[in-house]
């Protein structure tokens, strides 16, 4: 099932068309919880949303391995700078797992350089979106 998603920042007059047939659950990877409580709150109008955070790689390295038994991640949102690991070597291991290779990859960054965005891409993320984000739409399948 595809279902859209779309993030309006607050103020915006227009209305949040997405609803979800069931739970889509959100693994937000970030160091700075003031970004992860934005992104939480631009998404609480669209129901059927899980949406988890945690600090740190490793943090969510246990959290995805815990749930590989159980109802996995349908989407991950990830800083690129997240120490002591680069965007790079945690998008490498995502993709290298087999249980974990399907997730898609969102990058969040206010990385500027094109060559950075580049080397998200090749590592295989779904997108690359710079901070800040004035709207987000992209789709979500939730299976």
């Not at 945690?54 to 943090?59: L, M, Q, S």
């Not at 070597?89 to 580049?118: C, H, Q, W, Y």
Request: with cysteine; hydrophobic share 45%; charged share 20%.
């Amino acid at each position: 099932m595809l279902a859209k998603v779309i993030w309006l920042p607050q103020g915006n007059n227009m209305q949040s068309p997405s609803v979800l047939h069931h739970p889509c659950k959100i693994l937000h990877i970030d160091d700075n919880v003031g970004d992860s409580v934005l992104l939480k709150y631009s998404l609480l109008e669209i129901p059927e949303i899980c949406f988890t955070h945690v600090a740190t790689f490793d943090d969510a390295l246990h959290l995805l391995r815990k749930h590989q038994l159980a109802e996995k991640f349908n989407l991950i949102i990830m800083d690129w700078h997240i120490p002591p690991y680069s965007g790079e070597e945690m998008l490498a291991f995502l993709k290298a797992d087999p249980n974990l290779r399907a997730i898609p990859v969102i990058v969040l960054t206010g990385m500027l350089d094109p060559s950075a965005v580049k080397k998200a891409y090749e590592a295989r993320a779904s997108c690359v979106l710079r901070i800040p984000v004035k709207r987000i739409a992209f789709p979500l399948r939730c299976e």
